[in-house]
Structure formats: C-alpha cells, structure tokens
C-alpha cells in the first residue's frame, strides 16, 4: 500500500468550486472582471479594482514566467523528506498588475531554474481526496 | 498635520529571559513581563487601564481575560496588532483623552514558529491519517513557510538590484556583533562571525543559509505608554513618542503582484512617511533605530522604505556598515531577531532596545547620545503589516 498523502490540501470551498473543477479538467482560471477587466488572483467574492461581483473564472492557457524561486532544503512537516524541492512565484502576463501565483516545480533541475525562467501548469490528482492541485514545469 | 507632542511616554520595558525552552506558559512569561515593566516604571497593576495584546490569541475575550487578570475593574482601551503601530496608537488615544496608562503585552512558550515544531508534531501523529485541509489559497499547500516566503523575497531582490548575495550576508555578521556586546542575547556567547561563515552554514531555503534565518525561542516583553501626567512621577525618564504610523496591506502570504518592490513603496513606506511627518523629525535626526529583521532583505527593505537610502540600494548600505555600532544609522543593538531573540511575535523588543538607548542603559553596546530614535516592526506577509514610532528623550 503506498503512503496516503500527508500534506496540507485545499478544503475546496463552495464559492470556488469553478477552479478547482476547472483543474480536474486540466484548466487554470483566474477569476477576470467583466466590468473593468481586472484580474484577480488570489480570488475574492468582489474585483480588487472596482469591486464589482460581476466576475468569471477566466481560462488561461496556463504558462507564465518565473517571478521569484528557492530551492527548499528544509521543509515543513509533509515536506520534509521531498527536499530539495524547488517553490516557484509565478507571473501570469495578463493584465496591468499582473497576478503572481506560488507552487511547487516538478520535473525540473533545480540547479537550472531562473527567474524569468518560462513555465506552464502541470496537474496532480490526489487519490482517494477529490481534489487536484497543481504545479509547475519547464515550458519547453 | 502634526503627532500630538509630549503627551504620552514609554514609562516601563521588560525583556523576560529569552531561551530556547522556558519554564511557564505563554500567559506567565507575559505577566512575568508585565510586572517587570511595572516595577521598572514604578507602577501598579491597577494603574493600567489600556491593553495592546501581542499574544497569538488576541481576540477580544482573550484581553477580557487579561482585564480580569490586572485588576478585574473597567479599563478603557484595547488593540491588537505590531508593536510600532501599538505604541502609536496608544499614544494616540492617551492623547485624546480615553485612556492613561496602556501596556503592551507578549509571552510565548514552546509554540515554535519554524519547520521544527511542524517536525515534532508529524513525528508525533499517527502512520495513517488523512491529509489536513486548509482554506483554499494557503501556502503550506505549497510546502512554503516563513524562511521559505523571505527566501523567495531575497532571490526577486538579488535578481531585481544585482545585489550580492555577501552583502546582504553582511547584516547577520553585524547582528551578531552586537548580540557579543548584549549578556542577554541567546548568540551573543558563540562570539563574532564572518560572511564565510554565514555562507558556510546549512542551506535552509536557497539562498537563504542557516545564519541568515531568525532564531525561534520562547520569552515575552511588555511596554507601558502613559500620559505626561502619570510619566512625571515614574521611575525613569519619560522616553516620548514623538510620531508614528501604521500601514496595512495584502493579505497573509497570498496575493502578490509584479511591483512587488517598486520605487513608489508599500506599506512601510506609508508608515514611515505618516510617522516622520507627525514628528517634525527628519531620517538624519534618527541616532539609532530598532528594525524587524528576521532575514538580511528585510534589513536591506526595511531602510529603504523607511527612506534611509534608495530603493535598490539597501544591500549596499549594510555592505558600508552604517547599521554597526559607530556607523551612521547603528540599528538593533541589541543583536535583533538573528543574534539577540525571536521569540514569536517579537517586534516589541525593538522598542524595549531603542528605549533602553534613550535612557542610557545599554552599557557596552550604548550609542553616545542617542536622543532621537525610531522603531520599524513589519511582519504578516513580507512588508504587509507595519508599524512606525519615533521617540524621543527631553
Ligand atoms: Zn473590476
């Protein structure tokens, strides 16, 4: 029997329902403002810009560059028997204030990671918990 | 607009002892330190009639609790926060009239803030057991913590300025310099390291080494501010706040933009701005200043912001050494979070050191008349919260 995963996952709140569905179906969304266009990441019940509610959870086609790195050599209980492990800030370049979302690399160097280095979503299902979290890998 | 002037003081400090393990509770080493900052004010318990909690639990029926604790009778104030904008805000509300004699309060015992803790209570938890579930967006879905978050500020750092890593390792070096001049520092007895040495300790978090991290150990502090008319007749010299501010913004190590670090400034910047202003002080009539410093980019942030030097330039400025003792701008003399103590939620022993310098009791580590001083805590996401005071003797 393989270990069950012991690291901290999402509780899936109702209101985002349409993300983490959304990454089931290896989509990323980021919820956008049809009334000012914002975009708005970590997501809030109202647009940061002009508070409107009017907002959908935008497809996006997943890829961004690195903002800022480090690679882990100690990690925080689930964690730590996977260092080193590279944790990422990722820009998406969509809007004026461009959205930064953190995750951990998979199938990377980490001796090659750069910042400005380009990268796109990977999906991990976790098995037995119903819920997919995501990553991030080199866009080659 | 200027800060109401001379109306209220910092009339009692106290530093518990700091360790690694302590004997009490959380609720025992802040009373420990209440009564010390009463007797070093030369107060009582029922003097006080405001309370600034510092504790991790802060909520409201918590405070209640310390109301019942000091006396058991009405008080008249009570907040939460960092200690820079606390003592701000007590000082604020002394002036106007609603309170007199406010005290700040922390105690922390064997709640560790880094991966250890989370270790002991993985190894202690059962083989078997499902996954934690936590709100949507949280970092340690992520395996990130705090070394890891002030790691990946320090990589944008190094890459945004082309700032060296040596320099910014100079800063642990400074703190631990100052930590030899302070008997009550957990380093201070381990003597004087070298940048060689910061870069050969363990890599915690790239780029982040083991010296350049906080250390996490328990202890508790308090802080009483007082109007003018119970300051008169303590024990000391009055040490006034002179100005303050506050700044607020982002949420707790969840969003982020791309102008993360951005000449315009954040937080920090509008409570410096806010502070300096209500004092009628300028950043050259600072003689020494306590600065939260739980890594060397927050240092090289922390003066930047604050408008010592410019953005971009804060690696060079502790490479030059005006932080040390002798230097220019001598800050956290006391050997700060890296060298002296980080005790949890420590921000209130820069204010116990910058009022210790006022006074002139800092012994081996005094800076010569040091009349003018200011306090910068910052914390809950990298430069969210911040809080400013400027105090200042007669
Ligand atoms: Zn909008």
Same mark, same amino acid.
């Given at each position: 029997?393989?270990?069950?995963?012991?690291?901290?996952?999402?509780?899936?709140?109702?209101?985002?329902?349409?993300?983490?569905?959304?990454?089931?179906?290896?989509?990323?969304?980021?919820?956008?403002?049809?009334?000012?266009?914002?975009?708005?990441?970590?997501?809030?019940?109202?647009?940061?810009?002009?508070?409107?509610?009017?907002?959908?959870?935008?497809?996006?086609?997943?890829?961004?560059?690195?903002?800022?790195?480090?690679?882990?050599?100690?990690?925080?209980?689930?964690?730590?028997?996977?260092?080193?492990?590279?944790?990422?800030?990722?820009?998406?370049?969509?809007?004026?204030?461009?959205?930064?979302?953190?995750?951990?690399?998979?199938?990377?160097?980490?001796?090659?990671?750069?910042?400005?280095?380009?990268?796109?979503?990977?999906?991990?299902?976790?098995?037995?918990?119903?819920?997919?979290?995501?990553?991030?890998?080199?866009?080659? | 607009?200027?800060?109401?002037?001379?109306?209220?003081?910092?009339?009692?400090?106290?530093?518990?002892?700091?360790?690694?393990?302590?004997?009490?509770?959380?609720?025992?080493?802040?009373?420990?330190?209440?009564?010390?900052?009463? %007797?070093?004010?030369?107060?009582?318990?029922?003097?006080?009639?405001?309370?600034?909690?510092?504790?991790?639990?802060?909520?409201?029926?918590?405070?209640?609790?310390?109301?019942?604790?000091?006396?058991?009778?009405?008080?008249?104030?009570?907040?939460?926060?960092?200690?820079?904008?606390?003592?701000?805000?007590?000082?604020?509300?002394?002036?106007?009239?609603?309170?007199?004699?406010?005290?700040?309060?922390?105690?922390?015992?064997?709640?560790?803030?880094?991966?250890?803790?989370?270790?002991?209570?993985?190894?202690?938890?059962?083989?078997?057991?499902?996954?934690?579930?936590?709100?949507?967006?949280?970092?340690?879905?992520?395996?990130?913590?705090?070394?890891?978050?002030?790691?990946?500020?320090?990589?944008?750092?190094?890459?945004?300025?082309?700032?060296?890593?040596?320099?910014?390792?100079?800063?642990?070096?400074?703190?631990?310099?100052?930590?030899?001049?302070?008997?009550?520092?957990?380093?201070?007895?381990?003597?004087?390291?070298?940048?060689?040495?910061?870069?050969?300790?363990?890599?915690?978090?790239?780029?982040?080494?083991?010296?350049?991290? =906080?250390?996490?150990?328990?202890?508790?502090?308090?802080?009483?501010?007082?109007?003018?008319?119970?300051?008169?007749?303590?024990?000391?010299?009055?040490?006034?706040?002179?100005?303050?501010?506050?700044?607020?913004?982002? %949420?707790?190590?969840?969003?982020?933009?791309?102008?993360?670090?951005?000449?315009?400034?954040? =937080?920090?910047?509008?409570?410096?701005?806010?502070?300096?202003?209500?004092?009628?002080?300028?950043?050259? %009539?600072?003689?020494?200043?306590?600065?939260?410093?739980?890594?060397?980019?927050?240092?090289?942030?922390?003066?930047?912001?604050?408008?010592?030097?410019?953005?971009?330039?804060?690696?060079?400025?502790?490479?030059?050494?005006?932080?040390?003792?002798?230097?220019?701008?001598?800050?956290?003399?006391?050997?700060?979070?890296?060298?002296?103590?980080?005790?949890?939620?420590?921000?209130?022993?820069?204010?116990?050191?910058?009022?210790?310098?006022?006074?002139?009791?800092?012994?081996?580590?005094?800076?010569?008349?040091?009349?003018?001083?200011?306090?910068?805590?910052?914390?809950?996401?990298?430069?969210?919260?911040?809080?400013?005071?400027?105090?200042?003797?007669?």
């Amino acid at each position: 029997m393989t270990q069950p995963y012991n690291k901290p996952l999402p509780q899936r709140s109702p209101e985002n329902e349409p993300f983490w569905a959304g990454l089931e179906n290896r989509e990323f969304r980021i919820p956008k403002c049809n009334d000012c266009g914002h975009w708005n990441w970590v997501p809030y019940p109202a647009c940061r810009n002009c508070l409107s509610t009017d907002q959908d959870w935008a497809l996006t086609d997943g890829k961004g560059k690195i903002f800022s790195y480090t690679v882990v050599h100690r990690g925080p209980g689930g964690f730590r028997d996977d260092v080193p492990y590279v944790l990422a800030m990722v820009e998406f370049p969509v809007g004026a204030r461009t959205p930064i979302v953190l995750g951990t690399m998979v199938d990377v160097d980490p001796d090659a990671v750069h910042t400005g280095m380009p990268v796109k979503v990977v999906y991990e299902d976790i098995e037995g918990e119903g819920v997919t979290i995501w990553h991030f890998a080199p866009d080659a | 607009m200027s800060f109401p002037q001379r109306k209220a003081a910092i009339v009692g400090v106290y530093n518990t002892k700091q360790a690694k393990m302590l004997e009490g509770t959380p609720w025992t080493l802040a009373l420990e330190a209440i009564q010390g900052a009463l %007797d070093d004010a030369g107060l009582k318990h029922s003097d006080i009639d405001g309370l600034s909690s510092m504790m991790y639990d802060a909520s409201l029926t918590a405070q209640q609790m310390w109301v019942e604790q000091l006396g058991g009778r009405p008080m008249t104030y009570t907040s939460h926060g960092i200690a820079g904008a606390l003592v701000t805000k007590a000082a604020a509300t002394i002036a106007a009239g609603l309170t007199n004699v406010v005290c700040i309060y922390f105690g922390n015992a064997g709640m560790r803030a880094g991966p250890s803790k989370q270790r002991a209570a993985a190894e202690a938890a059962p083989v078997i057991r499902k996954a934690p579930r936590v709100p949507d967006w949280d970092f340690n879905i992520h395996g990130a913590y705090m070394s890891a978050w002030y790691a990946l500020w320090t990589r944008r750092y190094m890459d945004q300025f082309n700032a060296p890593y040596e320099n910014l390792a100079e800063y642990p070096v400074i703190a631990r310099y100052h930590a030899t001049l302070n008997p009550a520092s957990l380093m201070g007895e381990r003597g004087e390291i070298t940048v060689q040495d910061v870069i050969d300790s363990p890599m915690i978090s790239s780029p982040l080494h083991r010296l350049d991290c =906080s250390l996490d150990n328990d202890g508790g502090y308090a802080i009483l501010v007082a109007s003018a008319e119970v300051a008169k007749n303590c024990r000391k010299d009055p040490v006034w706040v002179l100005g303050g501010g506050e700044g607020i913004y982002t %949420d707790f190590y969840m969003s982020f933009t791309d102008d993360w670090i951005n000449d315009n400034g954040q =937080s920090v910047r509008r409570a410096s701005d806010i502070a300096f202003a209500g004092a009628g002080v300028t950043r050259d %009539d600072i003689d020494v200043t306590g600065m939260y410093d739980c890594f060397p980019v927050t240092m090289a942030r922390n003066i930047e912001e604050m408008g010592f030097c410019k953005v971009g330039e804060g690696h060079e400025y502790i490479k030059e050494g005006h932080l040390k003792l002798g230097g220019k701008l001598p800050t956290n003399t006391d050997g700060g979070l890296l060298s002296h103590s980080h005790c949890g939620n420590p921000s209130g022993m820069h204010v116990v050191e910058v009022v210790k310098q006022l006074r002139g009791e800092c012994d081996a580590r005094q800076v010569k008349d040091a009349k003018i001083g200011a306090v910068l805590s910052q914390g809950y996401a990298v430069h969210g919260v911040a809080g400013v005071a400027i105090l200042g003797k007669d």
